[in-house]
């Protein structure tokens, strides 16, 4: 057994043992982590930082010393001292490790920058925002009737909108006199109308008709990735959008390793709050360049998430999350200055957290009710928004389950021995050949099969670099209708599966899916690792459906809509033959995109709306997994592809799914455990 210090990169999820003294970038190399440079590794470029944690990672089984890497060295300090570096960040090329530990690869540092494919989806929104801009002429101060300039603003806001007496933020009235005297005593004014914390107030003044607009940000912040509507507040617009990855992931991929951060290390939540508000404020400054607008007219501000985000976001201990009965510090909407998030945007703007459901249940699936409505259906719908931690909805008029699923970042190409997130050069779709075995696929930013012709030109610049989360999930369905796979995922022989892309790999066997070595490039297979990974997944999600359809009393749903950004992307039959859905038609299973942050804009630019989704949320029965027998009995039976007991009637009429096993050489039938 080695005893190199073993080196994890996060968001990859790649990992390594390497002799003391090797340098990170040179790590990253051998790897295949996306780490960039350009100058040789001289320390010129800066284009290799990296960002190392320290502390106990008990899902890694690492503890993470102050000197894991050597010390910051002469290049670094000069660096540092003509451009910067961010505080925590080292020099790749530079720093050498010394013992075990987790480093961060920022967005900024990837050649293959991640695509955060959260879009705004189309959708008709009736308009009532809470900040909107009023034109007013106000009277010019009188000798003879002495009041102050913004006591005869409000009354002119009274007489010409029938605004009620408003308060000004301090900011207001350091501009108020200026403005008004250069306007003429005209003035646009912007007022946040109030809410149930927050009294109606004047929060920005330009002299004259101010002919420009304002702007709120629906934001879904995610486990893995933050993603940001920029919307105009008079038009509904969505104007740009944006995302990056939650620079949290270097704490943990999912939601329990980053609670047990918290526990493990003393000022573990600190760090983890300042991560995702610095990530936060990298966003905005992004969204705005975008937009080629001032940050300053980003007024108002919804964020969706989901209960450990919300508690990390808000600068609380999440370690109650992480323990039954999960209790939440609150579970109620909340109406903030963005002030008091360290938040960047105008200094008076506010910000509205939706209502969490259950300590599992969060504020995205919240917003994910107000956009689907399954409370307003006639037919039984299941609503599925898939990610690392899966929220689950299942209702219709009579009444709306949730429950939430661990599934883990298997799905969004982490754990996977070829796995990438979503990224130029990464395999999105897969097909296998049924005669002959063999697979052909898409990468992202090419349109065309690997097997037609001017694939290669088209991804001359990124290459062929892995495979992403719905490149996994088609390639193991499309290996086990195959017969690749057998029902309890077993990768066959070559003799056994008539397949010459498998092979034997130590105790069981692999498919290739790609050689790129012969052009420096890598070689990518699905190994019997990655089909388990898949299967826990899978199984997480199916269960938690199983689940709420049981407590609702019904073996079948009406229709099936899979939610989230990465839900957008998975084929239906896919997802079926893996066993991640119920049964049920083919065209009744719909992507509804990202339809938590189709929620967090509809509260944003319908303040009616933030009132319905309070009211909604309590009328949810959360379901508890945790807690519930019949979930682990789930569990087992789903670990099976499709399922060990389901017969899955609408899929077999679909597609011929072989019924093999690979445990007893082809033979078919139930397979047998041996003893260990």
């Known amino acids: 057994m080695t005893t190199d210090p073993l080196v994890i990169f996060t968001p990859s999820g790649k990992r390594g043992h390497f002799p003391v003294g090797t340098p990170v970038l040179t790590a990253a190399r051998q790897l295949g982590v996306d780490l960039d440079s350009v100058c040789g590794g001289r320390g010129i470029c800066s284009k290799c930082q990296i960002t190392p944690s320290y502390g106990e990672f008990s899902k890694h089984g690492v503890t993470v010393a102050p000197d894991a890497l050597s010390e910051w060295n002469s290049v670094e300090e000069r660096y540092d001292s003509i451009r910067g570096l961010k505080q925590g960040r080292r020099l790749g090329c530079q720093a050498q490790i010394r013992g075990d530990v987790v480093i961060d690869v920022p967005a900024e540092s990837q050649v293959h920058k991640q695509v955060v494919r959260k879009r705004a989806e189309v959708r008709e929104i009736t308009m009532n925002p809470s900040t909107r801009l009023y034109y007013v002429e106000v009277e010019e101060p009188d000798m003879h009737d002495p009041s102050g300039d913004l006591e005869r603003l409000v009354i002119a806001l009274r007489r010409d909108w029938a605004l009620p007496a408003l308060e000004a933020d301090l ?248 796995g990438q997130r979503a990224a130029p050069g990464a395999i999105e779709h897969v097909e296998i050949d049924p005669v002959t075995k063999l697979p052909r696929f898409k990468v992202i930013g090419s349109d065309i099969w690997s097997d037609e012709d001017g694939f290669g030109d088209t991804i001359a610049q990124t290459g062929v670099t892995g495979i992403c989360g719905s490149g996994i999930i088609e390639v193991i369905a499309e290996m086990r209708m195959a017969g690749i796979v057998d029902g309890p995922g077993l990768i066959g022989s070559a003799d056994q599966t008539g397949s010459p892309n498998c092979f034997a790999d130590g105790r069981t066997n692999s498919y290739l899916l790609y050689d790129g070595t012969a052009a420096g490039g890598p070689l990518i297979t699905v190994t019997n690792t990655d089909v388990r990974q898949i299967q826990m997944a899978k199984a997480a999600l199916y269960s938690g459906a199983r689940l709420l359809m049981d407590k609702f009393g019904v073996d079948k749903v009406d229709r099936v809509v899979l939610a989230g950004a990465f839900g957008a992307h998975i084929s239906p039959k896919h997802a079926m033959v893996l066993g991640m859905i119920p049964d049920a038609p083919l065209d009744k299973v719909t992507s509804a995109g990202n339809a938590a942050g189709t929620g967090a804009r509809i509260a944003l630019l319908n303040t009616d709306a933030r009132r319905e989704i309070e009211t909604i949320v309590r009328q949810i029965h959360k379901i508890e997994t945790a807690i519930e027998p019949r979930f682990q009995e789930h569990f087992v039976n789903a670990s099976a592809i499709p399922n060990a007991v389901e017969p899955f009637p609408i899929l077999n009429s679909i597609v011929k799914i072989p019924q093999i096993n690979h445990n007893q050489g082809g033979d078919r039938g139930p397979r047998r455990r041996g003893r260990r």
């Open 171 to 418: 900011g207001v009235l350091r501009n108020l006199q200026k403005a008004l005297r250069k306007g003429a005593w005209r003035v646009t004014v912007a007022v946040h109308l109030g809410d149930a914390v927050f009294s109606p107030r004047i929060v920005a003044i330009w002299p004259g008709f101010y002919e420009g607009t304002i702007y709120g940000l629906a934001v879904d912040l995610g486990s893995t990735t933050i993603a940001a509507h920029l919307c105009d507040l008079r038009s509904g617009e969505v104007v740009a959008s944006s995302g990056i990855m939650n620079p949290q992931i270097r704490f943990g991929e999912d939601l329990m390793s980053r609670v047990s951060y918290g526990m493990m290390n003393p000022t573990g939540s600190d760090e983890m709050t300042r991560a995702v508000r610095e990530g936060m404020n990298a966003l905005f400054v992004q969204i705005a360049s975008e937009a080629q607008i001032d940050r300053d007219l980003i007024m108002d501000a919804v964020f969706v998430c989901n209960p450990v985000m919300h508690h990390l976001f808000l600068g609380i201990d999440a370690y109650e999350l992480g323990q039954a009965p999960f209790a939440l510090a609150t579970s109620d909407a909340l109406s903030l200055r963005a002030l008091e998030l360290d938040l960047n945007l105008h200094p008076a703007a506010r910000v509205y957290i939706l209502p969490c459901i259950a300590g599992h249940v969060g504020a995205d699936a919240a917003a994910v009710a107000l956009s689907e409505a399954p409370d307003k259906s006639e037919d039984l719908v299941l609503i599925v928004d898939v990610g690392t931690n899966a929220e689950i909805l299942l209702g219709n008029r009579e009444k709306v389950l949730a429950c939430s699923s661990p599934t883990g970042p298997a799905f969004e190409g982490a754990q996977i021995s070829s």
